[in-house]
Each structure stands twice: as structure tokens, then as C-alpha cells.
């Protein structure tokens, strides 16, 4: 894995959840397109909590190679960001998720190849036992991008559920 190339993509999707999420009303950020599925509001929030979870996991593996990592979707950090979504300031998101790109760049550049091979084992089953370039590739880089699709359907869902509103 090329950490450097790594720290690239996830800042670039950080710049365009960022970037995207900035031009949009309000409105459409609040919009649930069903009642399971997330607003962009939450998706921010989630974002906005989970990209520093990942990396102080990592920091957490790579002081002690070997302990258990990760979480379920029941994590009570996860549910709160998610739950207290309604009463954030989108602006004050989009800042803090800007900013983790800093903690991107200082803790992954930072990673020994070493460190990108200590295997250890996950928290969730589903994961079983695997390398910390998992958590960078899965966790952070995938992760993020998957988030940024999931911002671009809900988009796509309120214009087409409100054609005149956008």
C-alpha cells in the first residue's frame, strides 16, 4: 500500500463531501429519502465521527500490535453522531471533517510498513483477524467513498422526488 497515495484519496474525499455538502440547502441536508436510510445531515455527522475513530484505532494498534480493533454498528459514538445530527450546525460539521484531514496526514505518514502488516484481531466477527492496511484501505478509504456515493443519491432522490425545488 502506498501511504502516501492513500492519504491523497481519503483527503480528496474529504474535500468533496466537504465540497459538495457546502453548496447545498439546507433543505435538501435535513431530507431523510426514506425513514431507514440517512440524511445528508447525519451522513456529515457520522463522517465527522468516524474518520477519528478509524485513526485512533490505528494509533491503538500500532502502540499495541496484536489487541482487538473496531466496532459494531451499535457503537454508542456512532449512534450518538448520528443522533445528534439534528441539532448541528452543518457548517460546524463541514469544518471539523476539513480539519481531520490534518490527523489524516500525520497519522498515516507516520505508519511503518511494518506497522501496515501487524495483524490483529477485529471486534466485529465479520472482519476476523487482519492487517492495519485493512482499517486504511476498508475503514477510511472505502469508507469514505462509499459515503460520498450515498451523499450523490440522496441528491439524486430529492430531485427527483422535488424536480423544482433545486
Given at each position: 500500500?502506498?501511504?502516501e497515495e492513500?492519504?491523497?484519496?481519503?483527503?480528496?474525499?474529504?474535500?468533496?463531501?466537504?465540497?459538495?455538502?457546502?453548496?447545498?440547502?439546507?433543505?435538501?441536508?435535513?431530507?431523510?429519502?426514506?425513514?431507514?436510510?440517512?440524511?445528508i445531515a447525519?451522513?456529515?455527522c457520522?463522517?465527522?465521527?468516524?474518520?477519528?475513530?478509524?485513526?485512533?484505532?490505528?494509533?491503538?494498534?500500532?502502540?499495541?500490535?496484536?489487541t482487538?480493533w473496531?466496532r459494531?454498528?451499535?457503537?454508542?459514538?456512532?449512534?450518538?453522531?448520528?443522533?445528534?445530527?439534528g441539532?448541528?450546525?452543518?457548517?460546524?460539521?463541514?469544518?471539523?471533517?476539513?480539519?481531520?484531514?490534518?490527523?489524516?496526514?500525520?497519522?498515516?505518514?507516520?505508519?511503518?510498513?511494518?506497522?501496515?502488516?501487524?495483524?490483529?484481531p477485529?471486534?466485529?466477527?465479520r472482519?476476523?483477524?487482519?492487517?492495519?492496511?485493512?482499517?486504511?484501505?476498508?475503514?477510511?478509504l472505502?469508507?469514505?467513498?462509499?459515503?460520498?456515493?450515498?451523499?450523490?443519491?440522496?441528491?439524486?432522490?430529492?430531485?427527483?422526488?422535488f424536480?423544482?425545488?433545486?
Open positions: 500500500m502506498n501511504m492513500a492519504i491523497r484519496s481519503i483527503n480528496e474525499s474529504i474535500d468533496q463531501i466537504v465540497g459538495i455538502a457546502e453548496g447545498l440547502p439546507e433543505e435538501l441536508i435535513r431530507w431523510k429519502p426514506q425513514s431507514d436510510t440517512w440524511s447525519e451522513i456529515l457520522h463522517v465527522e465521527e468516524a474518520t477519528p475513530y478509524w485513526l485512533q484505532e490505528i494509533q491503538a494498534l500500532v502502540a499495541s500490535p496484536g482487538e473496531g459494531g454498528l451499535q457503537h454508542a459514538g456512532r449512534l450518538e453522531a448520528v443522533a445528534s445530527a441539532k448541528r450546525s452543518t457548517a460546524e460539521v463541514r469544518q471539523a471533517i476539513q480539519h481531520s484531514k490534518k490527523n489524516v496526514r500525520d497519522i498515516l505518514s507516520s505508519l511503518s510498513e511494518v506497522d501496515l502488516r501487524s495483524e490483529s477485529s471486534r466485529n466477527p472482519f476476523g483477524t487482519k492487517p492495519l492496511a485493512f482499517i486504511v484501505e476498508h475503514l477510511l472505502d469508507h469514505l467513498d462509499a459515503h460520498l456515493r450515498q451523499i450523490k443519491r440522496n441528491m439524486q432522490q430529492f430531485e427527483a422526488a424536480p423544482n425545488k433545486r
